[in-house]
Every structure is written in structure tokens, then in C-alpha cells.
């Protein structure tokens, strides 16, 4: 199991989880774009219940091209987001890989909503390419 621990930009917000990730990857939607202020977020999907977080987060409910429920929690000091919760993927959080502490083993094998992906954007070969969300 992989022991992951981060926070974000001014400290006041930490967290640690204890899980083999079900998968590290790469979301182009344009709400991830949005959020991160760049052209995608690279998260890291866990159980829920792995993950312990110390401090307060703020929660910004966003929707889903499904229509369903994406709770985007960030630090309301610094704005680092920290992870997202969708409800297509009950039982998971996706941690901003960014946050973590150690970074060295991330390795995204899964890139999605790629239809939105800045068109500069190079996805190397080998890896899970899908237009959206896979079903």
C-alpha cells in the first residue's frame, strides 16, 4: 500500500491516506481546467475512507456532464484544491496529485475528457486516452 501525505500551499490544510490508488490520471474536462488555472488536473483515485484530513476545507458543489454531484473541496486561506468527489465514482476521492508531498511516483496511465484538452497538449503513447468519462 502506498502512504501518501500533502496539504496545501500555506500549511493549513493536511492530510494523509493509506491505499493502492484504483488509478492515477489526467482530466481535461474544462472545469478541472478552471479550477486548477491550468489545462488539466492530475488526480490520484482513492477509497474515501482512506484519506484523514486535518484542517478546514471549503466546498465548492459543482455539476458533472453526467448532471450528477462533483464536490471540489479546497483551503479557503490559500485556494490549493485538494481533491474532488463525483458521484459517478461513489467510494472514491481523487486527490490533487499536486498536494502530495512526495510526487516522485505518480505516473498517469489514464487521460480523460480529452475531446476538451488544450490542443498543445502531447498525451504519450501507452496510456488510456477516452473522449470523456468512461462508463
Known amino acids: 500500500m502506498v502512504e501518501m501525505t500533502g496539504g496545501c500551499l500555506c500549511g493549513q490544510v493536511r492530510y494523509s491516506a493509506t491505499a493502492d490508488p484504483a488509478f492515477v490520471g489526467v482530466c481535461h474536462c474544462a472545469n478541472c ?7 488539466f488536473s492530475v488526480v490520484v483515485g482513492i477509497p474515501k475512507s482512506a484519506m484523514s484530513i486535518q484542517g478546514k476545507l471549503k466546498i465548492f458543489h459543482d ?20 481533491s474532488t468527489d463525483a458521484a459517478v465514482m461513489p467510494g472514491i476521492t481523487l486527490i490533487k496529485a ?4 512526495d510526487t516522485s511516483w505518480i505516473d498517469p496511465q489514464r487521460h480523460v475528457y480529452c475531446d476538451t484538452k488544450q490542443r498543445w497538449i502531447l498525451i ?3 496510456v488510456q486516452k477516452f473522449a470523456k468519462m468512461p462508463v
Do not use: N, W, Y
Open 33 to 39: 481546467q478552471k479550477q486548477t488555472g491550468t489545462a
Open 63 to 82: 455539476t458533472g456532464d453526467s448532471g450528477q454531484a462533483v464536490e471540489r473541496t479546497f483551503c479557503p486561506e490559500c485556494g490549493s484544491p485538494i
Open 98 to 101: 499536486g498536494t502530495l508531498d
Open 124 to 126: 504519450p503513447e501507452g
